[in-house]
């Protein structure tokens, strides 16, 4: 076997680049390495600007021009100079350096910025940069990717409660016939789930730290101690949009990104629930799925039309949580002031929400295919009178009627009971007559209590 050493969606290591790759598309833009590369460079120029205009007797303010060169190495950063910067890493076998380099050589041609050329990454160390990147990467995946997708999903589950809000459908609790329910109205206790998850994930509050190699602002002290560095740090930050984390050691601590992906793991676990149980809704036969042209269920099964949307999903989810507890529980311990262990570990975001964005497209195309098969989700209900005897002995209780629990667990425990058998028992009971008369109008399809109106305000 020969395989190509050029890096194509058939020889890529990960299905993320390979089968996959169109799905993880959108997060190339915050979370891959030249993305990294792209915000090292934002922090590095928003530093220098900083200082600029912080009055250091050696470093004037930049006119005008020579700011908005540097504001457009931001603006236009592509993969070409991404690639350079790899290039001059080889050299360097240091990745921030390189950036610092790069940098350097593109104001070479301005005599203002040239002159100014080591005040690029003054007083900072390695991790300033990195954390900082790391912390504007992450808020803006949150924002244009995270929470929209997410909020995507609960929309459509949103949807699907109001629609469904009348269908009533069977409960099984221990997986046995259980009073019952809206079909619409388990779409909403996920979407009401999801609800909660999201507002956790938008809690978190973001935080930065650019006070050197230690935390404690020894190389800016050194060289201006009259700056109020802490101050000057969290305008930068601020400039931003990021707070500044006061308290740090090398690296900012990462209890914030800890409690990011724990969010996000809630989120998905919620989902992978929804999976599981849409799966078995489609195996009892309470939905179809629509077909596509073309498509093969089994390569020697040619009836079946599988689940595969959300099993891919819940796969998925599998592989994404994996990451995202690894990074939640890895990332905020450190040896000392700093091992370089949370290095290697950061460089897989966009494997964690990479398969995030696998997981939640595979969930929203199979939500989108599912067609309700009515005649199969009324039968269920139709043949399980013994779920009504939950009201006939509740109401039993409220009128003192002796035994409650106890006749209608002889009655119905273990071998059912159709609608004749549970009339003839009601009409035997000493009840008032309108009670009496509810209780013999009930079905199992009416015994839904407020599941149409819960669904329906979702």
Same mark, same amino acid.
């Given at each position: ?150 909020t995507e999903i609960g929309t459509h589950l949103k949807t699907l409660a109001r629609q469904f809000a009348d269908q009533p459908m069977l409960s099984r609790t221990h997986g046995q016939p259980a009073s019952p329910t809206t079909l619409g109205k388990e779409f909403a206790n996920v979407a009401a789930r999801l609800d909660l998850a999201i507002a956790s994930i938008e809690a978190v509050q ?193 009128? $003192? #009627?002796?035994? /409650?629990? !106890?006749?209608?667990?002889? +009655? ?8 004749? %058998? &549970?009339?003839?028992?009601?009409? $035997? #009971?000493?009840? /008032?007559? !309108?009670?009496?008369?509810? +209780? ?8 839904? %209590? &407020? ?8």
């Amino acid at each position: 076997m020969q395989i190509a050493d050029q890096l194509s969606h058939l020889n890529a290591l990960s299905p993320l680049d390979g089968r996959y790759a169109a799905k993880g598309q959108v997060l190339r833009e915050t979370l891959s390495e030249a993305a990294f590369m792209a915000h090292r460079v934002e922090v590095e120029v928003a530093w220098l600007l900083g200082l600029s205009q912080a009055g250091l007797p050696e470093l004037p303010r930049f006119s005008a021009a020579s700011t908005a060169l540097l504001q457009g190495l931001v603006a236009n950063f592509c993969e070409a100079d991404a690639a350079r910067i790899k290039e001059i890493e080889k050299t360097t076998n240091h990745d921030v350096k390189a950036v610092e380099y790069w940098l350097k050589e593109r104001v070479a041609g301005d005599a203002e910025l040239s002159s100014a050329a080591e005040f690029i990454h003054f007083a900072c160390t390695s991790e300033d940069v990195n954390n900082t990147s790391h912390a504007l990467m992450l808020t803006r995946a949150r924002a244009q990717f995270i929470i929209p997708r997410l909020t995507e999903i609960g929309t459509h589950l949103k949807t699907l409660a109001r629609q469904f809000a009348d269908q009533p459908m069977l409960s099984r609790t221990h997986g046995q016939p259980a009073s019952p329910t809206t079909l619409g109205k388990e779409f909403a206790n996920v979407a009401a789930r999801l609800d909660l998850a999201i507002a956790s994930i938008e809690a978190v509050q973001p935080l930065a730290k650019l006070n050197g190699a230690t935390g404690n602002y020894n190389a800016h002290v050194s060289a201006y101690p009259e700056v109020d560095w802490p101050a000057f740090s969290a305008k930068v930050l601020a400039g931003l949009g990021l707070k500044q984390n006061p308290y740090s050691i090398q690296i900012e601590p990462h209890d914030w990104m800890a409690a990011l992906f724990d969010a996000v793991g809630r989120a998905n676990t919620i989902l992978l629930d929804l999976n599981r149980d849409i799966w078995g809704y489609i195996s009892l036969g309470y939905f179809k799925q629509r077909l596509k042209e073309g498509e093969v269920g089994s390569s020697t099964m040619p009836h079946k039309v599988n689940p595969i949307d959300f099993e891919n999903s819940e796969g998925n989810i599998g592989l994404a949580n994996a990451v995202l507890r690894h990074l939640s529980e890895k990332l905020p311990v450190s040896r000392w002031q700093r091992d370089l262990t949370d290095s290697t570990v950061l460089r897989n975001l966009g494997v964690a929400f990479g398969y995030c964005a696998v997981a939640w497209d595979s969930c929203l195309r199979g939500l989108n295919k599912l067609e309700l098969n009515q005649a199969a989700i009324d039968a269920d209900i139709d043949r399980c009178w013994e779920v009504l005897a939950e009201p006939v002995q509740t109401v039993m209780r409220r009128y $003192g #009627l002796p035994q /409650p629990y !106890e006749q209608l667990k002889a +009655l119905t425990r273990g071998k059912g009971i159709n609608q004749e %058998g &549970l009339t003839e028992f009601i009409n $035997g #009971l000493d009840l /008032p007559p !309108e009670p009496k008369a509810r +209780l013999l109008a009930l079905t199992p399809r009416s015994y839904l %209590g &407020l599941a149409a109106e819960l669904a329906r305000s979702i």
